[in-house]
């Protein structure tokens, strides 16, 4: 059974900066795409980065230059680095990994940023 499992979130002040992990388990396949995505109340759930596991990635636009995704295939880890926080970042955070054709999704980490 494929589990993923977020750490990193947490509370941070405008500026700051956190470093979210997830680390997908279970599976003896290929991990392929990865990446995050957030939702914050009352808004829908949005692409926050992407990363292929060739390291090609991909940013929604609020958050290029600021955000850096990376993964390491060897233990099936995708990171996200975020920098420069905004209080429009506080949001649940939700990784999810592409294996076999779907989609498994982690339980989600809260960031809050306080201005």
């Known amino acids: 059974q494929v589990q993923l499992v977020e750490s990193g979130g947490g509370l941070v002040q405008a500026g700051g900066s956190l470093r979210l992990s997830c680390a997908a388990s279970?599976?003896?396949?290929?991990?392929?795409?990865m990446g995050w995505y957030r939702q914050a109340p009352g808004e829908q759930r949005e692409l926050v980065a992407s990363?292929?596991?060739?390291?090609?990635?991909n940013y929604g636009d609020s958050v290029k230059g600021r955000f850096t995704i990376s993964r390491d295939n060897a233990k099936n880890t995708v990171y996200l680095e975020m920098n420069s926080l905004k209080p429009e970042d506080t949001a649940v955070y939700y990784c999810y990994s592409l294996i076999l054709a779907r989609n498994y999704w982690g339980q989600g980490t809260q960031v809050t940023v306080s201005s």
């Open positions: 990363i292929t596991r060739g390291g090609s990635t």
């Open positions: 279970g599976t003896t396949f290929r991990v392929n795409a």
